[in-house]
């Protein structure tokens, strides 16, 4: 099994940052592509961004392009979202997820997901 544990989340204003941080512990061999989600209240899971095992292949949701970046540090099993010029559409609860394939997009192909860390942007 695998331990993922979120953290970072919290109350900002629109315009400002966070950084999500994500640990995984357990067997972290297993792991290859990683990934944030996102849920909102009322709305269906969403793809944020995800990372292959080298950091070479990564995805964004249009939505987030130019103001995320998702990063992966193997040797400290983590993985990280930088979330720059947040909108209050971007409230939800952010979820780390991790699975065995090499990369996916799709939330139902991840293995292991962390409790998830609310993230809430101000007007």
């Known amino acids: 099994q695998v331990q993922l544990v979120e953290s970072g989340g919290g109350l900002v204003q629109a315009g400002g940052s966070l950084r999500l941080s994500c640990v995984a512990s357990g067997r972290t061999f297993s792991i290859n592509a990683m990934g944030w989600f996102r849920q909102a209240p009322g709305k269906e899971r969403e793809t944020v961004a995800t990372i292959n095992w080298s950091g070479r292949i990564t995805y964004y949701v249009d939505s987030v392009k130019g103001r995320f970046t998702i990063s992966r540090d193997n040797a400290k099993n983590a993985v990280y979202l930088q979330m720059n010029s947040l909108k209050p559409e971007d409230t939800a609860v952010y979820y780390c997820?991790?699975?065995?394939?090499?990369?996916?997009?799709?939330?139902?192909?991840?293995?292991?997901w962390g409790q998830g860390t609310q993230v809430t942007v101000s007007s």
């Open positions: 997820a991790a699975a065995a394939l090499p990369h996916s997009v799709v939330p139902s192909t991840y293995n292991y």
